[in-house]
């Protein structure tokens, strides 16, 4: 197993267990990483428990927030807890008191939630949303109209000259 304690600064992790208190790390690998007050560019593994910390990209089976932040989250089980994300892709997406950019996901729960776009086949709980699933099929087919519109025009007043 792997540890980091705080002030230390790694390139690249890989072991099968790795515990992150407070460092700093590029890349890490792993079966199981925890990470407690420390942050990485990028985390790839199967189990991701991830604590009032920070990660750019994660990668993972199941992989759980609490009080943490990530700009990408990708997992089959994905759990939110007073988090931040910038977009989250899963197959279950469980969520409360969170907040995410997009949420992508087969089915998710939320509990005193937003997200600007939620795209999901079931969604139970009270989430707070500016585009859902219907409205993301409006909006796009709107501005396919608009654009095509104004091709439309653009193409009959070029065609004059």
Not at 25 to 37: C, L, Y
Not at 44 to 50: K, P
Not at 93 to 117: F, K, N, Q, W, Y
């Amino acid at each position: 197993m792997d540890e980091i304690t705080a002030n230390e600064q790694k390139d690249e992790l890989k072991a099968e267990v790795i515990n992150l208190q407070g460092g700093l790390v590029d890349t890490i690998e792993a079966e199981v990483v925890h990470v407690n007050r420390g942050y990485a560019n990028r985390i790839v593994a199967t189990e991701i428990a991830l604590k009032s910390g920070g990660a750019v990209s994660i990668q993972g089976e199941n992989i759980g927030f609490y009080q943490g932040a990530a700009i990408t989250a990708r997992g089959n089980v994905v759990l939110f807890d007073d988090s931040n994300a910038g977009a989250v892709v899963s197959d279950e997406l469980h969520m409360s008191g969170s907040r995410t950019g997009i949420s992508v996901a087969r089915h998710i729960d939320m509990e005193d939630c937003t997200s600007v776009i939620l795209l999901a086949r079931e969604v139970n709980g009270t989430v707070e949303t500016i585009l859902d699933t219907r409205g993301a099929l409006v909006a796009g087919l709107v501005s396919g109209i608009a654009v095509g519109l104004v091709l439309s025009v653009f193409n009959m007043l070029t065609r004059r000259r």
